[in-house]
């Protein structure tokens, strides 16, 4: 993932630490008057004529080193030298990578008098100039939460429409995790589902770092609305729930896959020539890239793992009395799941692959209650939840849910509102 940052620092003044020769005429821009203006009185002590500060944006590409830049740039060699010789942060810019961006202020014998980038989105350093050395300084700022809210439609992907309103790939996982013991993100997202969320983005001076939490979130998968609120009970339990204070998570994921590991192509060629031959078939089949990690669905023993001609490779999980889950033509089993063995829900026990009847990689999983197949979906809709949020949390979390469920929908409305006066 990429995370686009921008990062381009002007000069809006005279910076923080500047008390530096000259630093009063960095204020006078082409608005200042042509009739000079007298020098307060402590100017005579300083140099006449203070240059006039260039300032430009130099981009880190791979492979390169500052003296690189420098040398790109035409600014002396010897600055650079006097920079790392500035202490601690000077020698950390002996270690730069692609991405970084420094900005530059020099003066007309393009001599350095400021430089300035970003190690991390949380800290700043500085150089600034002082005679025939350089000030270094560093400020670490802490990134502070915006709530914002996008909402999108399906077309094609979950991950298309979100980078469709401006959110990458790892939000999007994120946000199909949160539904991950309701909705089959790999099966049953459907063009015109829709997700709406409400959510903190980090910003550092005002400009993007990065996504925060997701506080409030709705999807709607195939007309039925599913809806969950981040609570932190403030003694470190974190979670998500449903508007009535139902844990999100369950006793079983829906899909024992990640949707993320499989693109939108395998999706396309779920259907299969071969399964056709099994007759009648009892479970779900998962077109998938071979290596791709399969998970328990949920807490069991493994009752089998073992190998027949045709299911190939392949993991029988006992939950309980009552529920078992079955994973097919796995190409391996993963390290020291055998018969017995304990598996926690989301525990990788194998990987996607082809063995026994299959002619391409695939998933067959099957989900059994007392012995009789079930189509997950409905046997899952079914099943009690099993974690409520606490007696002692439950004002707190009726209030703090209520709040962010009505941000959500007043953000909603407006947004919709605001789309069709667009469309009028
Ligand atoms: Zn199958």
Known sequence: MTLAIAAVWMFGGVPESANAAGASDLESGPSAPITPVPAPPDAVTKPLDPPPLETFVARVRRGDTLSDIF????????????????????????????????????DIQ????????????EETVEFQRIGDRFEASAVVKDPQDVRQYRGGRIERTLFSACQGVGLNDQFATRLAEIFRWDIDFILDVRTDDEFHVLYNEQRIDNQFVGFGDILAVEFINQGETYRAVRYDDGKGGIGYYTPDGESMRKRFLRAPLDFSRISSDFNLKRIHPLWKSEMP????????????????????????????????????????????????????????????????QGQVIGYVGATGWATGPHLHYEFLVRGVHLNPRKALSTLPQTHPISPEDRVGFDSSAALLLAELDNRKKSQQFASLDAAR
């Open 71 to 106: 040398e790109r740039n035409g600014i002396p060699a010897r600055d650079l030298q006097l920079l790392i010789d500035s202490g601690p942060l000077g020698k950390r810019l002996e270690n730069i990578f692609p991405g970084y961006e420094f900005e530059f202020g020099r």
């Open 281 to 344: 078939h009892l479970g779900i089949d998962y077109a998938a890239p071979t290596g791709t990690p399969v998970k328990a669905s949920g807490d069991g023993t493994v009752l089998t793992a073992s190998k027949t001609s045709s299911k190939g490779n392949y993991i029988v999980i006992g939950h309980g009395e009552r529920y078992q889950t079955k994973y097919l033509h796995l190409s391996r089993f993963a390290r020291g799941i055998e018969q017995g063995k304990r598996v926690q």
């Open 110 to 121: 393009a001599n350095l008098l400021h430089l300035k980038y970003r190690p991390s989105r």
